[in-house]
């Protein structure tokens, strides 16, 4: 069984067990359970449910094993050429840890 579920703007296919990086989750903390409602499609063994534009109760459980993973780090350089104008940057992206409990619909 597996579910499409959006988690902070993003959509991300679903099976329990399952370990995700998610776009950094405000206010949690390690060990703590979250819920995420907004279960557009359900996969149960071949009955595929899909929701208009969700699935009603529907739910992903999952524990938040790490609350602040930092991704990698992106350098953003700019030049122009002849200009003398250079400019960098740099950039890491923050993520939390999630590992999916139970899938239910």
Avoid: C, W
Avoid at 1 to 10: C, L, T
Avoid at 46 to 75: F, Q
């Amino acid at each position: 069984m597996y579910a499409i579920v959006e988690i902070n703007g993003q959509q991300f296919k679903v099976e329990q067990g399952k370990k995700l990086f998610v776009n950094h989750i405000k206010d949690a903390e390690e060990g703590q359970t979250v819920e995420f409602d907004k279960v557009l499609l359900v996969d149960n063994d071949g009955a595929v449910t899909v929701g208009a534009p969700t699935v009603e109760g529907a739910k992903v459980v999952a524990e938040v094993k790490n609350p602040l993973v930092k991704g990698d780090k992106v350098i953003v350089f700019k030049m122009k050429r002849r200009k003398d104008s250079r400019k960098k940057n740099g950039h890491r992206q923050q993520y939390t840890e999630v590992e999916i409990k139970s899938v239910t619909a």
